[in-house]
């Protein structure tokens, strides 16, 4: 298949964003490249470009493995404000700030994303709005690649309303003549409106129902679309139990279709045979080979302890010890190397085992690239970044039904899948009430989607934080995150708007309370 990539520029993301993609050939639109002269206005013409058009967007949400300043990248933002990690390196000033919830609108990892998003957004915008105007064109070929452009979009716009509340809903290319050059912010049900109508337009577009190439595929719409319902159900829009019916019957949609299921082995989450299928739904894109290298592995090793091919290690994303002993006892996630965790590992990656003296994150180990016995490691990671995870997809429909109808057995047999994956045992269904049952797929969901970037918008959705000394959940405000033993506030349910945004846009006021 022949992919193209763009390079990355420099600038307010937001403002006056023109997008050009280059010809150069590839695999996986994964490699970037500097563009020649080529401009909007006169590089929509044929359907390669509308291929090339497509991989660009693709290859920029690769932003959230980017570097935000020293030693930490824009990953760990999510997961630094929940309270299940820290920071065994503490040099850099913004994700310390995010880990002791002190940040700001001056803080790098929040402007990255801001930008990332934005990037994002404007090349699918551009696909949009050119490549329905290139001619001869095939037109299922042309139906997919508009399909995939609205879910890229909606992908952009889910993570920014989450993030930011009533943020800028551009729909269109932008330049500096754009009426909206300096756009005003759009009410948070708007965005979500557009959200789904994206979302909707992509799951008409006729995408395959799964796609090894790792682009968009049916059931990565339908699990999006589920996740969105799920959470315009609860906060801050609350739209309740038609929209938490709506939630259970599009995961259901993916738990009936085919080809889809918890891999077998909580390996296969992070090894390279298995991207782009099975329990993988929807995957950011990764081949160090082609100058796509995620850059995750270093910040999540052991601080310099010498255990793999890697010579830098930083330890700035590690579990908290309280959130790995809040697992039941012979949680199969919890064991060494087996599941989610470890606690030994090789010298050098290819020698000695090497007791670390604490959990660290397997989930997303890359074996390849740090090595293991007999097999040294390259120090390049290739292995995709999850987003859409079926596991996530069960937990929907359980917590979604269950809001909708009570504790019902196809919801209970949703929920007991991932604990019998885990080897622990589950309570029979009728031991369970409404109340009950939801606290007990919350707790599922925190201990099966951790490190996921998933875990903050639960806590905000719900309104509600899981405690890991009390095994049960607390209120949003007022819960104190043991890992920096400071209390979550009311205006931690937004992040700020990002200072060079709103300093070089004053459409943009109010920041959001609090900052």
């Known amino acids: 298949m022949k992919l193209y990539s763009i390079p990355k520029f420099s600038g307010i993301a937001l403002l006056a964003v023109m997008l050009v993609a280059s010809g150069t050939s590839c695999k996986k ?39 935000a300043n020293i030693i930490s990248i824009n990953y760990q933002m999510l997961d630094a404000v929940t309270g299940i990690v820290t920071t065994e390196s ?24 801001w930008n990332g998003l934005y990037r994002v957004i404007a090349q699918a915008n551009l696909v949009l709005d050119k490549v329905p105007g290139i001619n001869p064109m095939d037109e299922a070929q042309k139906k997919s690649i508009l399909g995939q452009a609205f879910f890229l979009r909606a992908w952009s716009y889910f993570y920014a309303v989450q993030i930011w509340g009533d943020i800028p809903l551009i729909l269109q290319p932008q330049t500096a003549t754009s009426e909206d050059f300096y756009p005003v912010r759009t009410p948070v049900a708007q965005v979500y409106d557009q959200i789904v109508s994206d979302l909707e337009a992509a799951e008409a577009a006729g995408l395959p129902w799964t796609d090894g190439s790792g682009r968009v595929s049916r059931a990565a719409v339908k699990s999006l679309l ?63 080979s082609i100058a796509a290298n995620n850059e995750l592995q270093m910040y999540w090793l052991p601080n310099f302890k010498p255990i793999t091919a890697y010579t830098a290690s930083f330890g700035t994303t590690v579990p908290t010890k309280s959130f790995y002993d809040s697992y039941e006892a012979n949680d199969l996630r919890t064991v060494d190397q087996k599941g989610f965790f470890y606690n ?36 390049n990671s290739s ?58 797929i919350w707790r ?16 905000v ?29 009311e205006k931690h349910l937004l992040f700020p708007l990002p200072r060079p945004e709103v300093q070089n846009n004053p459409n943009l006021t109010p920041q959001n309370t609090g900052y």
């Open 461 to 489: 959705r719900t309104k509600k934080v899981y405690n890991t000394a009390t095994n049960d959940f607390d209120d949003f405000v007022g819960h104190v995150n043991l890992s920096s033993n400071r209390p979550l506030e």
């Open 226 to 288: 589920a996740k969105v319902f799920l959470t315009m159900a609860g906060q801050p829009l609350n739209k309740g139990a038609e929209y938490f019916q709506k939630a259970a019957a599009k995961a259901n949609e993916v738990i009936t279709g085919a080809g889809i299921d918890l891999f077998s082995d909580y390996g296969h989450l992070h090894d390279y045979a298995h991207k782009n299928q099975g329990e993988h739904i929807f995957q950011i894109q990764y081949n160090a």
């Open 90 to 113: 503490a040099q850099n000033s913004d994700l310390n700030n995010l880990l002791g919830l002190a940040y700001d609108a001056g803080n790098q990892h929040v402007i990255n994303w």
């Open 444 to 459: 599922e969901r925190w201990h099966e989607l951790c490190f996921e970037n998933v875990l903050w918008f639960d806590m």
């Open 29 to 67: 639109f994964l490699e970037e490249q500097d563009p020649s002269n080529l401009t909007p206005d006169n590089f929509y013409t044929i359907p390669q470009h509308a291929e090339a058009a497509i991989a660009s967007a693709y290859a920029q949400t690769r932003f959230i493995t980017g570097g």
């Open 344 to 379: 030994t590992y090789f010298v050098g990656g290819t020698g000695a085992s090497y007791d670390l003296d604490a959990p660290y994150i397997f989930k997303h180990f890359d074996v390849a690239a740090n090595g293991k016995p007999g097999t040294p490691g390259t120090a």
């Open 383 to 440: 292995l995709n970044l999850p987003q859409i995870r079926y596991a996530d997809v069960l937990l929907v429909y359980a917590e979604a039904q269950n809001e909708a109808s009570g504790p019902t057995q196809d919801a209970y047999d949703a929920f007991k899948k991932i604990r019998d994956r885990a080897q622990i045992a589950t309570p029979a269904l009728g031991t369970y009430d409404k109340d009950a049952f939801r606290k007990a």
